[in-house]
C-alpha cells in the first residue's frame, strides 16, 4: 500500500457528537512519498478545557480569528481522495470527520495503533511519541495535527518494513487470524506474502506452527565456597559502607547507617533461623537491605530464597534494577528468576488448538491470536504482562492460558523444550533468589501440591498488606462473568463436536451434544434471571447505599437470600444438569481416546470445563447456602442509584475467612525456615503488637521473633511541615462540601498545582472534582480525577509532568505512587482513612473481636487507619532533597483521644494546627512562595 492519506485531529474532548475539532492536518502519500500537506486551525466556537490547552499548545486567542468548520469544509473536501486513510487511533479522527462532514470518500481505515500492537507485541505503550522513540523516527510528534499526521506516515512505513522482514511461514500463519478479525491490515499482509513468493517461487515451507527457539541458560556446575563471608569485600559493612562499591555504580549513592542496620538484622535472622518484623522508613534502601544479605547467605549455604512483594512496581522494580545491580556490585555467578502462577503464561498446546480452528473464534479474539503468534517469534517468558492485555483480550486469555487441570504434563509435546511454566519453574529450582508475588506465596501455603521449589528462607515486602491478601487468596469469589465465560468456553467446545465424525454410536453422539447445547442455554437463561433477581432484591432491602457499587453481608438478612429461593433452585438445577450432560460427552471421548489419541486433546478440554463448573457449583452452595463458621459472606453488585442494564451489569459473591491467624500460623510461620516481613508501615504507635496479633505471630514462641523499626535518613522535621485544620465542619453538615472545596482550592492556589489530594471516598472525591474543576481551570491549574481522567499510571505520569496540577485519588492512590521532586509539594489528606463501618468484612471481625471481649475500634479499626494513614503521609518525601507540607483536613486527630497514635505514628514529631487562613500564610512562608 503505497498511496494513502494520513490524518491527525485535534479536538476539545473524545466525544464527536459534542466534542469540536480545533486542528486538521492531513498528507498526501502517492507510490510512497509524500506529495501534499493539507493544515488549519478551527474556531470551535467555544473555549478549550485546560487540558488541551496544555497538551497542544493551542490557546483561545489562537482561534479566535481562524476560519470555522463550516468554512473549512470544501477544502477538506478538495484535499480528500478515494484512497485508504492511515493514522494512530484512526476510528477517533475518522468519526469527528463523520460528525463534521458526513459522508467520507476513503475506502478503508488502517489504523497504526493497531499494526504497532501487531508487529510489535510487547512494548510498554503505544502511544505515538513511545513508538516514534522506540523505532528512532526522524519526525517527532508534538500534539499537533500536521507533526502528528507527519508522525503516523513515518510510523506506517517503518511498521511495513518490519512486516517485510518477518519470515513468510509466519506471515501465512498471520493472514488468517486477520482476516478472521477483519482487520484492514490482512490486505498489506497479502500483498507482502505475494512479493514474497515472486521472490522466491519455489521457497520452502515450513510444517507446522514457528515459533522462537528457547534460549538456554546454562546451570553453573561450580559452587561458591562458604569462605566468601570471611573475605572482608564480602562483609556488610563494606558492601554497604562509605568505600563500597556502589559508589561506582550508582552516581548518587551515600551510605546510610539505617540500610546497614536493617541488612546486619536480616543476616543475623537468616542465620539463627528466626521470624525476623522490620519497619524501614521511606529512603531506608529497603530492598537492597534485605537482597544482599540474602544473597550472600543463599551462595554461603547453597541454599534458596523466596522473595515476595504486593505489587507489580517493586516487583520490577527488584527484578529490572536491584538484581542487575547487585550482579555488578558482587561479581558473583548467582542465580535469580522470576516467578508467577502458571495463569500468567501462554499454553503452546491451548494456543496452537485455537489458531488452526479459527472459523471458532470471534473477529476480537483472532486479532488478539494474530498479535500474539507475532509475540511467541520474540517472547523468551510467554509472560502475558508482556502484551499489556486489557478488556477482553484478558477474557481471551482464560482459553490460552496454563491450567493445572489442563496441562498433559510430560506426555505434551511441548513439555520438555517449549512449555514456558515447566522453563519458568526450572529457572527457579537452579536460582538462589526466587522473586514471586504475594499470591503465588499464599497459594503455594493453601495447595496440597507445592508450587514453589525447596528454600529457606521467605522475605515479604509490602508486608503490611498480609491480612488482606491471605484473606482474598484464602477465600472464595465467584462472579457472574465468570459464569457466563465458563459458558461461552464450554460452547466453543461443543461447538466443534458438531464437526467431528466419531469411530462410533455417531447418531447417540450428536444427540448427546445437541442435549448439552440445549442445556447450555437452559442454564444461561437461569443464570442471568437470578442475578438480576439478586440484585433487585438487594436494591429493595437496601437503598440508595454505596456510589459506585454496593456491599451487602449475606447470612443476616435472610429475606434477600428466601426471596430469591426459587431462581436459586432453578438455577442451581440446569447446573447440575448441564454438568451431566458433560460428564457424558467425556465418557465417549474417553473411550474413544484410548484406541485413538486424536481424542485426548478433546477430552482434556470438556474434563477441564467439567472441573471448571463443579467447582462453580461447589462455590456457589458454599456461599449462598452452608458456610463454614470462620467466613463472611457478601456480595458485590451495583449500586441502587442507577438503572440496572439487563443485558451489561456485574454482581461477584464473597466468602472471605475472618480470622487468618490460625491458617498462617499452621501453613506458614510454624515451619523450619526463615521468615523477613518488611515494610515502610508495620508498627502502630511504635508497637508491633497489632500486625503480631493479626497475623498470629503470638502464637509463636517469643524467642522465635525478632522485631526492628529502622527509622528513615530523612530529616523530616527539616523537610515536612505537618498542619492541622481545626476548623472544617464535620462532614454530615450542610456547607462542608462549599467548605471543603474552597479548601482545597485555597490550598492548591497557594503552591500553583503540586498537590495531591487523598479521599477515603469515591463518592466525595467525585463530588470536589466537579466543584472545584472549572475554579482551577480558570487559575491555569488542571485537575486530574481517579476513575476520571484516565488509569493511575496515567495520571501519576501527567502529574509528574505537569506541574500545574493538581491530583484527586482514593484509597489505591494512599500507597505505591513515587512522585519525587518539586513535582508534589502538598499532600491533602481529607479524612482519617477509617474503613467504613459496614464493610462486611470488617463487620464480622468486630463482632469476633467484641464477642472475645475486647474493644473492636481500638483492635482492628483504628490501628489499621493508622497504617494507611502512614501510607498517605509517606507519599510526600521520597528523596533527601524533597521539601513540602501535609496537611490534614480532619479535626478529630486533634480532638479525639484516639488522634494522639496517628501522631506518635508519624517520623515528624511536631505540627501545627489552626484554620486554613493560617495554615495557608505558614506554608507560602515555609516552601517560599510569593503569593
Wanted: net charge neutral.
Amino acid at each position: 500500500m503505497l498511496n494513502f492519506i494520513a490524518c491527525d485531529l485535534e479536538t476539545t474532548g473524545l466525544d464527536p457528537a459534542n466534542d469540536k475539532i480545533i486542528e486538521i492536518a492531513m498528507v498526501k502519500v502517492v507510490n510512497g512519498k509524500i506529495v501534499d500537506t493539507f493544515n488549519t486551525l478551527v474556531n470551535p466556537q467555544c473555549k478549550i478545557p485546560l487540558k488541551i490547552k496544555r497538551l497542544t499548545g493551542i490557546e483561545d486567542k489562537h482561534l479566535a480569528t481562524s476560519p470555522t468548520m463550516e468554512q473549512v469544509a470544501p477544502s477538506v473536501y478538495n484535499f480528500m481522495e478515494q484512497c485508504p486513510l492511515v493514522g494512530h487511533n484512526i476510528d477517533f479522527d475518522r468519526s469527528f470527520l463523520t460528525a463534521n462532514l458526513g459522508q467520507l470518500p476513503f475506502t478503508q481505515n488502517v489504523d497504526t495503533l493497531e499494526f504497532a500492537r501487531l508487529i510489535l507485541p510487547g512494548l510498554p505503550s503505544y502511544s505515538l511519541a513511545n513508538l516514534v522513540q522506540f523505532l528512532q523516527l526522524q519526525q517527532k510528534p508534538l500534539h499537533r495535527a500536521l507533526d502528528d499526521a507527519l508522525a503516523a506516515t513515518d510510523l506506517f512505513f517503518a511498521l511495513k518494513k518490519k512486516t517485510e522482514a518477518l519470515p513468510r511461514d509466519v506471515l501465512l500463519q498471520l493472514l488468517p487470524l486477520l482476516q478472521y478479525g477483519h482487520s484492514t491490515l490482512a490486505h498489506i499482509f497479502e500483498s507482502i506474502i505475494k512479493d514474497k513468493i515472486k521472490i522466491i517461487p519455489d521457497g520452502k515451507i515450513t510444517k507446522g506452527i514457528p515459533f522462537k527457539e528457547p534460549v538456554i541458560i546454562e546451570q553453573n556446575t561450580g559452587h561458591i565456597t562458604p569462605e566468601i563471608h570471611n573475605q572482608n569485600h564480602f562483609q556488610i559493612e563494606h558492601l554497604l559502607g562509605p568505600q563500597s562499591p556502589l559508589v561506582q555504580l550508582l552516581p548518587n549513592y551515600q551510605h546510610r547507617n539505617e540500610q546497614v542496620k536493617m541488612a546486619r538484622a536480616v543476616a543475623r535472622s537468616l542465620e539463627e533461623q528466626k521470624i525476623l518484623l522490620v519497619e524501614a522508613g521511606t529512603g531506608t534502601g529497603k530492598s537492597i537491605a534485605y537482597l544482599l544479605p540474602t544473597l550472600l547467605w543463599a551462595i554461603k549455604h547453597d541454599q534458596r530464597a523466596v522473595i515476595a512483594t504486593n505489587t507489580i512496581t517493586l516487583q520490577e522494580q527488584i527484578w529490572h534494577k536491584d538484581i542487575p545491580l547487585l550482579k555488578n556490585m558482587l561479581k558473583l555467578p548467582f542465580q535469580a528468576a522470576l516467578l508467577k502462577g502458571r495463569s500468567n503464561y501462554i499454553c503452546l498446546r491451548r494456543f496452537i488448538n485455537l489458531i488452526t480452528h479459527p472459523a471458532n473464534v470471534t473477529a476480537n479474539e483472532a486479532t488478539l491470536l494474530a498479535r500474539i503468534f507475532t509475540w511467541l517469534q520474540y517472547t523468551d517468558t510467554g509472560d502475558k504482562s508482556e502484551l499489556n492485555l486489557f478488556g477482553q483480550d484478558n477474557d481471551t486469555w482464560q482459553q490460552l492460558c496454563s491450567e493445572r487441570d489442563t496441562c498433559l504434563g510430560g506426555s505434551c509435546r511441548w513439555f520438555t523444550r517449549y512449555c514456558f511454566v515447566t522453563r519458568a519453574r526450572r529457572n527457579a529450582e537452579n536460582a538462589h533468589l526466587v522473586i514471586i508475588n504475594h499470591s503465588l506465596l499464599f497459594a503455594d501455603i493453601v495447595s496440597e501440591i507445592s508450587i514453589l521449589p525447596e528454600h529457606g528462607a521467605v522475605i515479604m515486602d509490602e508486608a503490611h498488606n498480609i491480612e488482606e491478601t491471605a484473606a482474598k487468596h484464602m477465600g472464595k469469589n465467584i462472579s457472574l462473568a465468570d459464569l457466563l465465560q465458563w459458558l461461552a468456553i464450554t460452547s466453543k467446545s461443543i461447538k466443534k463436536f458438531n464437526e467431528l465424525a466419531p469411530p462410533q454410536d455417531g447418531h447417540r453422539w450428536l444427540e448427546a451434544v445437541k442435549k448439552a447445547e440445549e442445556a447450555k442455554y437452559q442454564l444461561q437463561h437461569s443464570i442471568n434471571t437470578f442475578f438480576y433477581l439478586f440484585i433487585k432484591t438487594i436494591h429493595k432491602h437496601n437503598p440508595n447505599q454505596g456510589y459506585y457499587q454496593i456491599r451487602v453481608r449475606l447470612h443476616q438478612e435472610n429475606s434477600i437470600l428466601a426471596d430469591t429461593e426459587a431462581e436459586y433452585q432453578n438455577m442451581i438445577f440446569h447446573m447440575r444438569n448441564y454438568l451431566s450432560c458433560l460428564k457424558l460427552l467425556a465418557n465417549w471421548l474417553e473411550i474413544w481416546a484410548v484406541t485413538n489419541n486424536a481424542w485426548e486433546e478433546k477430552l482434556q478440554d470438556i474434563n477441564i470445563s467439567y472441573t471448571a463448573g463443579n467447582g462453580y457449583l461447589a462455590d456457589l452452595e458454599f456461599i449462598l447456602k452452608s458456610p463454614e463458621e470462620n467466613y463472611v459472606c457478601w456480595v458485590e453488585a451495583p449500586n441502587s442509584g442507577a438503572p440496572l442494564d439487563k443485558n451489561n451489569y456485574h454482581c461477584t459473591l464473597h466468602a472471605t475467612p475472618i480470622d487468618i491467624s490460625a491458617i498462617l500460623h499452621e501453613h506458614f510461620f510454624n515451619k523450619p525456615k526463615t521468615v523477613v516481613l518488611t515494610s515502610a508501615t508495620l508498627a502502630v504507635n511504635n508497637s508491633f503488637d497489632h500486625f503480631i496479633q493479626q497475623c498470629g505471630l503470638n502464637r509463636m514462641p517469643d524467642n522465635a521473633l525478632q522485631r526492628i523499626i529502622v527509622q528513615s535518613p530523612f530529616n523530616y522535621e527539616q523537610q515536612c511541615l505537618l498542619c492541622i485544620a481545626d476548623n472544617l465542619p464535620e462532614n454530615n453538615t450542610r456547607d462542608y462540601m462549599k467548605i471543603l472545596t474552597d479548601t482545597i482550592y485555597k490550598l492548591t492556589i497557594a503552591t500553583e498545582g503540586r498537590t495531591l489530594v487523598l479521599f477515603t471516598s469515591h463518592k466525595l472525591l467525585r463530588e470536589t472534582y466537579h466543584r472545584i474543576k472549572s475554579l482551577l481551570d480558570e487559575a491555569d491549574i488542571c485537575v486530574l480525577g481517579q476513575g476520571l481522567d484516565g488509569s493511575r499510571s496515567k495520571l501519576v505520569n501527567e502529574f509528574y509532568q505537569n506541574k500545574r496540577s493538581v491530583l484527586f485519588g482514593a484509597l489505591s492512590f494512599w500507597e505505591g505512587i513515587d512522585i519525587p521532586g518539586d513535582a508534589l509539594v502538598n499532600v491533602i489528606i481529607v479524612k482519617l482513612p477509617f474503613a467504613p463501618p459496614d464493610d462486611p468484612v470488617l463487620e464480622a471481625r468486630n463482632e469476633k473481636v467484641a464477642a472475645q471481649g475486647h474493644n473492636s475500634f481500638y483492635s482492628i479499626s483504628l490501628p489499621n487507619a493508622v497504617i494507611r494513614f502512614k501510607q498517605g503521609f509517606g507519599r510526600l518525601i521520597r528523596s533527601e532533597q524533597d521539601r513540602g507540607v501535609v496537611i490534614v483536613l480532619d479535626k478529630r486527630i486533634i480532638k479525639k483521644r484516639y488522634g494522639q497514635i496517628f501522631l506518635n505514628s508519624l517520623p515528624v514529631k511536631s505540627y501545627m494546627s489552626g484554620d486554613i487562613d493560617e495554615i495557608k500564610h505558614k506554608l507560602i512562608n515555609w516552601l517560599g512562595l510569593n503569593c
